[in-house]
């Protein structure tokens, strides 16, 4: 268990975990080695939320403007990402947590996507923190894809915010209260655009493959002291 304290926690945490890029190439290594420190300190990050309590934490692993990357790099991510996932598979397993891929997985290479998908369902009889991993996932996307659903079942109009949130990926979710990016970036990018509108943000110069769990517990501490009004006095 961890041994730091909180007096509230959020109930939900989105990460965008940016900075991979910029973190190798400080040290003079190709943009891939900041991916693969990047999936370690996921590792990290996850188990210490799931040992912290969180019930629900989100990850933006690959957005839908990634796919406009190199294609090495894409291939080189997307393994690293499959392979990650994989290797912390037990660790998940004994730490009860269950995870859920969100995004068009439908763009991804047949042998990673069916990797990713027989992950999702060796955990899906666990309890605990849910770990959603959002790939090849845009915000925007996630609402016109909700409206044509809604569309295609001949939904009557005036639709409701329910209705919406019924199609979107996070179906079931309650929406971020906070959400973290790291690398000093301070831009949403086309993340949870519908559930963060009443989320608190926290930005840090921090590039991801360094936001170990000692960075996490400082985010935690200033959500501690915010106050959340949701648009009330
Ligand atoms: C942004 O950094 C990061 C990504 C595009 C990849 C994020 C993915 C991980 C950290 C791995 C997650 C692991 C699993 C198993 C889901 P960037 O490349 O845009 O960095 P830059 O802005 O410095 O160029």
Redesign the pocket.
């Known amino acids: 268990m961890a041994e730091e304290r909180f007096a509230r926690l959020p109930a939900h945490l989105a990460v965008i975990?940016?900075?991979?890029?910029?973190?190798a190439k400080k040290r003079l290594l190709p943009?891939t080695a900041?991916?693969k420190v990047?999936?370690d300190?996921?590792a990290e990050v996850v188990g210490a939320c799931s040992d912290l309590g969180i019930p629900y934490l989100t990850?933006y692993?690959?957005?839908t403007e990634?796919w406009k990357r190199d294609a090495s790099e894409v291939q080189e991510?997307l393994r690293?990402?499959g392979q990650?996932?994989k290797r912390?598979l037990p660790d998940m397993h004994r730490k009860n947590i269950r995870l859920s891929l969100l995004g068009e997985l439908e763009r991804f290479p047949e042998k990673e996507r069916a990797e990713l998908l027989a992950c999702e369902r060796e955990l899906s009889e666990n309890t605990g923190m849910l770990l959603s991993?959002c790939l090849s996932y845009g915000g925007r996307q996630e609402l016109v894809r909700a409206f044509n659903e809604l569309l295609a079942e001949g939904a009557k109009a005036p639709v409701t915010a329910e209705d919406v949130e019924k199609h979107l990926y996070t179906a079931g979710l309650p929406d971020p209260d906070l959400v973290i990016r790291t690398?000093g970036e301070y831009r949403i990018s086309n993340f949870l655009l519908w559930q963060s509108a009443y989320a608190e943000y926290y930005f840090t110069d921090v590039?991801?493959p360094d936001f170990k769990p000692k960075e996490l517990y400082k985010a935690l501490h200033a959500y501690e002291n915010r106050s959340r009004r949701f648009g009330g006095a």
């Open positions: 975990m940016d900075g991979n890029g910029r973190w943009r900041g991916h990047g999936v300190t996921f990850v692993a690959f957005s990634n991510l690293l990402m990650g996932i912390f991993v690398s590039c991801w």
